[in-house]
Every structure is written in structure tokens, then in C-alpha cells.
């Protein structure tokens, strides 16, 4: 059963394309740059990949406003440059994720080009049109602040068209059913080309009714069973990770009660409680949205994050929590966006303390779920905060200290590399870490590797422990037997607590998974345990003796 659910305990390295290696000094990322690269995330532990758009598109939003499903944008090469790259990577024993953005479209594709031009056009109703301007066209907007309606009139279509994002991206009218044969159409065309699976962007969108006369939401879940179905009869192996940022009582209608809908889901849920638990040194609002965010089918996973390509998300947070992150890690208005979040990169927001780094990290790669991490967070990459909106957190990977971070021989990347300053490439890049034992992208090697030897964590029972302090999260996962322990001190100052595993059967013993710094209960069966400032410990529950008797069995 575990190698079927490969992404239970996988571990994702998300990257686009554009920003990651230039191979033919044009001054933008390619597939051959990646494949070059392909080494590297082996030898980092990555399991899969998960690729941004990288499709024919205007570039007006990062690749998320597509021309054109079936192809590579020229600028990062041709679909043979692709599977060449999905070759190699299965070589390597690393799988293929990639973005699905079929909520919309770009003004510039075809199918919008020949709905706008005729009335009577096949592809007229594969776009959602309005005679008038809706009441509500200025409300729903997923970019408040930069986005001033979801409804924009269209002078030769003598119609409004509905764009939950920007102008430039018209919604497609999911609920037509040549839009979603034609959404099966592109899952089956890049699963043929090596791909196992994607990451399905502003899933609750797709998936809403849409049209000038709706005026609350009505989810057609039925729609992702439907991807689902012929995603498995495709490739039995094959997964979706879902975009959807739902309240948690909505989530089992995502996974579907017998697990028949999304194999995975991004947890926004726990990712804000999260960044609250880190500002606040205060564990408890975190492991009560563990505990919410419980409910899954056997098959559902979550998926987990510190940060991506997006803003980070504070929009469920109590307006008192979100001020409480803004003030601690965003405090400057530049330094926030949509009028919700915080666009930084991990390091500058964690003050690129090394502690508080190791102490997120290994939070996120110890709470229940798969986690995912953002390239260049492994060496601790900076942002420009000169550069708009997202854009500050997309800057090209810092591979040496040769010009432009030896992302490109051109003199005009597509994005500005860091340079100078504590975040510079100079200094910062993944040449001089790789040569510095303690390093942090030797640490995360560590990590990661440190993960794979837990699989509990991934597959089995996640319950929060009581500690003798608000600001420790320890977390107990069980697994055919077998129980990890795993402490987190979000203090900034060294904590003794005490905990009692429950776990009496097992023996009085936890082994440290790290550095084998093992600890026993007292008489009573309590644990007492000095952690650091920013300290945390794995630990496997029993003494060895019942580790060996779990093995013969």
C-alpha cells in the first residue's frame, strides 16, 4: 500500500523554470539549464518536482495566463527539451509535477481570440459573458488593492467576460462540457509525456459556478472525481495536489468522503497557524489546527509549505494573530501585499537566524503531511523588494559567486539577481555552501534525509502531546507499531518541559533520531527535557529491545 501512496512520503522541490538555470546565455532559465541541475536535487534528496507554469504564454503573470496548453514557451525550449528533462529525472528516481491553471485562459489565446470575434462561435460559451456589468463586479477579486473588478467590457464582443483574476486572464466556463473534456485532454497529453501528476491551481474556482446571475458560491465537487477518474485510468500512480485555501470543515469535500477526489491539498490552514506559532511562541493555536485539519481519507494527504511563490496567505488568522505576524516578520508596508499577506522569502523574515531557520524547517518537515520546499530556501535565499508585487520572492537561483550568481552568462537576467548585502550572491550561493560542512544547505541534506527515515510522519497517526509549556509543540505520530516523538521549542530562550508520551507499552526510552542524545522517564513515567532557544529534538518511542522485536515481526 505505501509504495502506491509514493506522495505520502514524498519529499517536493518547487521551481519555475525561467529563474533556475540558464543554459544558452539568453538570460532566461531553461530546460536544459534544469537538466543540468538534475544532480544537484538527487544529491539534495528531492523526490519530486514540481514546475511552475511553463507553457506558451504573454508572460503578463508569470506564466499563470496561458496561450497555449500544448507546448513549451520557446524561451525555455522545445517539448523535446521537455521529456529530455522528465527522462533524466526519472533516471534519477525523481518525479514530475506540474502546474494545471485551468480556471483561465490569456486574452491572447486562441480559443478567447475566436469567442470574442463571433457570437456564434464554438468557443463563445468556453468564456462566461454578461450583456451588463454585474451588481457585484467589484467584489470577489483575488488581487485587492490591484485589481479593480472581476467583470471587463470587450469591444468585439459587445459583452462583459467574468476574470476572477486579472483583466488579462477571462475565466473559462468550467461547467461546459467541452471545457472539461478539453481539461482531460491536457492532463492525458503531459501524462504521456512523463509527467505523474499536477498541481491544480485556485482549485475553488475551477471547480464554482460561474456567470453574471451567481451570487454565492456553489462548488461542483462531482468535477474532481471526474479529473480524478481519468487522471488513475491514465496512470494508476498519477496525483493532484489542489490549490484550494478552504476552511477545514470544507476539506473532506476536496479529498471526497472515500478519498475519490483529490489525492493531495495544500494545508493554508496549518501554514498560517504556522507563521502565528513562530511570531507568537505560542504552540497551541497550531496544534489545534492539526487537530481540525485531522479528517482525511486514507488515501488525502496535505501538503506543507513555509513559503512559496505566492504571498504568504494571514487571511484566516484573528485580525489580532495577523497583526501579530505582520509586526513580527513584515512590519513595513512594502514588505506586505493584497491588503492579507506578507511577500517576503523565509531567511529576511526569519532575520536570517540560523536558529530560527533550522527550528521552521524542521517544524514544517515534522507536522502531518508531505512537505514542499521553495528553491533556493535550501542555501536561505533573500528577496528584492524593489521588484512588484510577487516578483520580490522570484529572483534566479544563486548558484556561485560569477556574475549574475552564475544563473546565466547574460548581462540581462530575467530578473535581476541578488547582489550585495547579507542576501548577495557573492557570499550567498549554493558553490560555497556545498563546501561548508555546517552549512544550511548541508543541514537541510540532513533533514530531508532525516524525514525519509520517519515515514511515520507521513503515513500514520498524528496526535499533539501536552508539554509543561505553551511555546513547545511536540507531536506523536503511530504507525503499525511503531512511534516517533517530535519537540519544537518556539521560545527564544532555553525551556525545561516536561511530557508524557503515552505510550507506556513501548518502554521509558526515546532515541534521538539525530545525534542518539537518548532520554528515559523518571519513576512516573515523565519525560524532563532541556531544550535550546529555538530548540528542537526527534526522537523514536522505546528502548531498543522493542525497536528489534518490532523488526522481527
Known amino acids: ?80 527539451d521537455f521529456v529530455e528533462f522528465t527522462h533524466g529525472a526519472k533516471q534519477r528516481g525523481i518525479r514530475v509535477l506540474i502546474d494545471l491553471v485551468v480556471n483561465h485562459t490569456s486574452d491572447q489565446h486562441p480559443w478567447f481570440q475566436d469567442a470574442r470575434t463571433d457570437p456564434n462561435s464554438f468557443y463563445r460559451d468556453w468564456y462566461v459573458w454578461s450583456d451588463k456589468k454585474p451588481a457585484n463586479a467589484d467584489e470577489g477579486m483575488v ?46 497529453f503531459w501524462i504521456q509525456l512523463g509527467v505523474s501528476g499536477f498541481r491544480m491551481d ?45 476552511v477545514p470543515k470544507e476539506t473532506l469535500k476536496y479529498f471526497g468522503d472515500d478519498g475519490d477526489r483529490m489525492q493531495m491539498m495544500f494545508n493554508f490552514h496549518v501554514n498560517q497557524a504556522m507563521f502565528y506559532a513562530l511570531a507568537a511562541a505560542d ?41 501579530k505576524v505582520f509586526q513580527e516578520f513584515g512590519p513595513d508596508k512594502d514588505m506586505q501585499l493584497y491588503d492579507r499577506g506578507i511577500r517576503r522569502r523565509l531567511a529576511p523574515m526569519l532575520q536570517n537566524d540560523r536558529r530560527r531557520l533550522e527550528l521552521a524547517y524542521s517544524l514544517m518537515f515534522s507536522l502531518p503531511g508531505t512537505p514542499v520546499i521553495r528553491y ?50 557573492e557570499h550567498l550561493n549554493v558553490a560555497h555552501q556545498r563546501r561548508e560542512t555546517n552549512s544550511l544547505l548541508n543541514w537541510t541534506e540532513r533533514l530531508i534525509r532525516m524525514r525519509k527515515e520517519a515515514p511515520e510522519i507521513g503515513v500514520g497517526v498524528c496526535t499533539p502531546v501536552e508539554t509543561s509549556d505553551k511555546g513547545v509543540l511536540a ?38 533520531i539525530a545525534d542518539h542524545a ?20 526527534w526522537f523514536r518511542v522505546g528502548g531498543l529491545d522493542y525497536l528489534l522485536r518490532r523488526t522481527e515481526v
Not at 504564454?57 to 525555455?76: A, E, H, T
Open 1 to 80: 500500500m505505501i509504495n502506491d501512496l509514493w506522495y505520502k512520503n514524498a519529499v517536493i522541490y518547487c521551481l519555475s523554470v525561467e529563474t533556475f538555470m540558464d543554459a544558452n546565455g539568453d538570460g532566461v532559465g531553461d530546460f536544459q539549464g534544469l537538466q543540468r541541475r538534475l544532480d544537484y536535487l538527487a544529491g539534495l534528496g528531492v523526490t519530486a518536482i514540481w514546475l511552475m507554469p511553463f507553457q506558451v504564454s504573454p508572460q503578463k503573470d508569470d506564466g499563470y495566463d496561458v496561450s497555449d496548453y500544448y507546448n513549451v514557451d520557446p524561451r525555455y525550449g522545445t517539448l523535446g
Open 143 to 188: 488581487f485587492p488593492g490591484v485589481q479593480k473588478t472581476t467583470w471587463t467590457y470587450d469591444e468585439k464582443a459587445k459583452q462583459y467576460y467574468f476574470h476572477r483574476f486579472f483583466k488579462f486572464q477571462p475565466d473559462l466556463n468550467t461547467a461546459n462540457p467541452h471545457v472539461q473534456a478539453e481539461i482531460l485532454k491536457i492532463m492525458g
Open 202 to 246: 485556485a482549485v475553488p474556482f475551477v471547480i464554482d459556478e460561474k456567470g453574471a446571475e451567481v451570487t454565492k458560491s456553489k462548488p461542483q465537487y462531482d468535477m474532481l472525481r471526474t479529473f480524478r477518474e481519468f487522471l488513475q485510468w491514465r496512470q494508476g500512480d498519477s496525483v493532484i495536489l489542489a490549490e484550494a485555501n478552504v
Open 283 to 323: 504552540a497551541e493555536p497550531l496544534a489545534k489546527a492539526i487537530n481540525e485539519t485531522r479528517d482525511r481519507p486514507a488515501t488525502g494527504q496535505w501538503g506543507l509549505f513555509l513559503r512559496n511563490h505566492d504571498e504568504l496567505d494571514l487571511g484566516r488568522l484573528t485580525e489580532k494573530q495577523r497583526q
Open 376 to 425: 533556493g530556501d535550501e542555501i536561505g535565499m533573500g528577496d528584492d523588494l524593489s521588484l512588484p508585487e510577487r516578483n520580490c520572492a522570484r529572483t534566479p537561483m544563486q548558484w556561485s559567486d560569477e556574475p549574475h550568481g552564475g544563473f546565466t552568462k547574460s548581462n540581462k537576467p530575467v530578473l535581476p539577481v541578488i547582489s550585495g548585502g547579507p542576501f548577495g550572491f
Open 475 to 512: 507531536l506523536r505520530y503511530d504507525w503499525r507499531g511503531n512511534s516517533v516523538l517530535l519537540i519544537h521549542n518556539l521560545n527564544s530562550v532555553p525551556i525545561e518541559v516536561t511530557f508524557d508520551v503515552g505510550l507506556e507499552e513501548h518502554g521509558n526510552k526515546l532515541i534521538d
Open 518 to 537: 537518548n532520554t528515559e522517564a523518571d519513576e512516573n513515567g515523565k519525560h524532563k527535557l532541556l531544550l535550546d532557544a529555538y530548540g528542537y529534538r
